[in-house]
């Protein structure tokens, strides 16, 4: 698959189709890999990467969309991303994916059932 895609695939999956993270580095990028690291449940994949003489960690999330689970992953994520392996002062660190953090409770969080365009409309 890698040879066909062009390309590195670095990912994280979970147990069932609901959840995962993946990558895609063209080969022809001159990266370093020095440590990876995925969890179990598909949320998470963090890599610590040379890239130009410059040490970078780079994380691609899922965030759980529950408050509970949301609290305790992020206390972990902050904490892995404290440790001298991912996260020091010479390490450039870009996150990014679906953080599922609501902005606004009342408009991200409800669920809207109507299809009429005055109760969409609301929303805004």
């Known amino acids: 698959m890698e040879k066909r895609m062009g390309a590195k695939i670095l990912f994280s999956h979970g147990s069932t189709n609901t959840r995962g993270v993946a990558m895609l580095i063209k080969n022809s990028f001159d990266i370093d890999i020095?440590?990876?690291?995925?969890?179990s449940s598909g949320?998470?994949?963090?890599?610590?990467?040379l890239i130009k003489?410059?040490?970078?960690t780079i994380a691609n999330i899922y965030g759980p969309n529950k408050d509970a689970e949301a609290v305790q992953f992020y206390h972990k994520l902050s904490k892995l991303l404290r440790t001298n392996d991912f996260g020091n002062e010479e390490n450039i660190i870009i996150m990014g994916g679906?953080?599922?953090?609501p902005l606004n409770i009342n408009l991200d969080k409800k669920r809207w059932n109507s299809n009429s365009p005055e109760e969409r409309r609301k929303i805004y």
């Open 34 to 39: 020095m440590l990876s690291q995925t969890d």
């Open 43 to 49: 949320r998470l994949l963090l890599f610590k990467a």
């Open 53 to 56: 003489e410059e040490n970078y």
């Open 98 to 101: 679906d953080f599922n953090c």
